[in-house]
């Protein structure tokens, strides 16, 4: 595994986002998220899943608590697509960009993604990555940048909303993971 990357704080303060920057339907995720260093619950949340994940095997990867639901490894593919796609409507609202961003269909990234053919290791590994290029995104944003807004999905965002749904998101699957899917394995 990877070294962790040391995190500089910024200089300034990245407050929590307010109602108006996000649809409501994401308050399920930054409710989720306690207190206001979104950088550090970002990059906490980065070990916290290697831990839960790196001593699996790939039969737990396969693993699905009921029929028809997502396996683990589809569970951790779809994580990482979202924080993708998430990253990337950051980075194209703190860059100015007012292109409205389409929505996409989860279940369709899931079923086309690769997920069941590849090892479960492989998979935490990329996870890692992601995080890991999603925390030096944003720790390079300035103050402005965080504040921006955009729409993605017919909703108006703002950056700082963006990050604190990426985290809660990965938190939500977490914590199902762990209750659904470990906690007897």
């Not at 962790?4 to 108006?20: D, E, F, H, K, L």
């Not at 693993?63 to 697509?81: I, M, N, Q, T």
């Not at 300035?142 to 950056?159: F, I, M, P, Q, Y």
Request: proline share 5%; with cysteine.
């Amino acid at each position: 595994m990877l070294e962790p990357a040391v995190i500089t704080p910024p200089a300034y303060t990245v407050a929590r986002p307010q109602a108006g920057e996000f649809a409501p339907y994401y308050d399920r995720y930054i409710s989720l998220i306690h207190g206001d260093d979104i950088l550090g619950t970002l990059d906490q949340q980065r070990r916290d899943t290697m831990l839960l994940l790196s001593c699996r095997d790939d039969q737990d990867g396969d693993f699905r608590y009921a029929p028809e639901k997502w396996s683990a490894k589809e569970v951790l593919g779809h994580v990482c697509d979202t924080e993708r796609v998430f990253a990337y409507r950051a980075l194209r609202i703190a860059r100015a960009d007012a292109t409205p961003l389409e929505g996409f269909e989860q279940d369709d990234y899931v079923r086309n993604g690769p997920f069941a053919q590849r090892p479960l290791a492989d998979q935490v590994e990329d996870f890692i990555a992601v995080r890991r290029a999603t925390l030096s995104l944003l720790r390079n944003l300035d103050e402005a940048a965080w504040l921006r807004r955009g729409t993605a999905n017919k909703n108006e965002v703002s950056v700082r909303a963006l990050a604190y749904i990426i985290a809660g998101h990965e938190l939500h699957h977490r914590r199902i993971l762990e209750e659904k899917y470990f906690a007897e394995r």
